[in-house]
């Protein structure tokens, strides 16, 4: 069977970057695809962006336009490219999923958990096989994210972040699917073998049942 496979992490932590490297050196050619949410497909994808763009804080009646765009974007996301993917049989990889959404769209740590449960109840939701979450301290974010030059988002504000990783290390313990935890302070190298330990024994158990 294909894999489905997570990457979740903070700005900064080098999600896409491990993603990339992941498609290139590990996974059989022409057998995945990587993705990332919010896709650029959708008008809720969007209007997401522009949003994040073009505030700087987060009112109240944002932060539920945003919660309601990003499933909408999603459900499209599952339908229009994940679940096709892996009927074709190919391995996925996904930059970000619905732990995001609880992570960083939550006022508080309950409702961080009220966010996430409405999501695995959802029948719609498709499960990880597994989830590879990038860990970095909030210093080493707020560094790469001011070494890289860009215009920080709403969700990338140093006291925003500093939230968002308190919800993740509340979450990540009741996750009801595998999450393996790395250490992202590292060299994307290391970052990307402590990856490979993780993911070679899945792979392997899948070309096992799967002969040519």
């Known amino acids: 069977m294909p894999l489905f496979v997570v990457i979740e992490g903070a700005d900064g932590s080098g999600k896409t970057t491990l993603a ?110 597994l989830v590879l979450y990038l860990d970095a301290s909030l210093e080493c974010l707020i560094a790469r994210l001011t070494a890289s030059r860009r215009g920080k988002d709403l969700f990338e504000q140093e006291s925003y972040l500093k939230k968002v990783l308190l919800h993740y290390e509340k979450l990540l313990p009741t996750l009801p699917f595998p999450v393996r935890k790395i250490n992202a302070e590292q060299n994307i190298q290391a970052v990307y073998e402590e990856a490979l330990a993780y993911l070679k024994p899945l792979l392997n158990h899948e070309n096992s049942n799967n002969p040519l």
């Open 20 to 129: 990339a490297l992941l498609k290139e050196r590990f996974f059989p050619h022409n057998k995945v695809v990587m993705f990332a949410e919010p896709t650029n497909e959708t008008n809720e994808s969007r209007k997401i962006r522009q949003i994040l763009q073009n505030h700087t804080s987060l009112t109240e009646d944002i932060r539920l336009e945003l919660l309601q765009l990003f499933y909408l974007d999603r459900l499209w996301d599952i339908e229009g490219r994940i679940r096709p993917a892996l009927q074709r049989g190919q391995h996925v990889l996904l930059d970000r999923y619905f732990l995001s959404t609880a992570a960083y769209q939550a006022r508080d740590e309950d409702e961080a958990r009220e966010i996430l449960d409405s999501y695995l109840k959802d029948c719609r939701m498709l499960w990880p096989d």
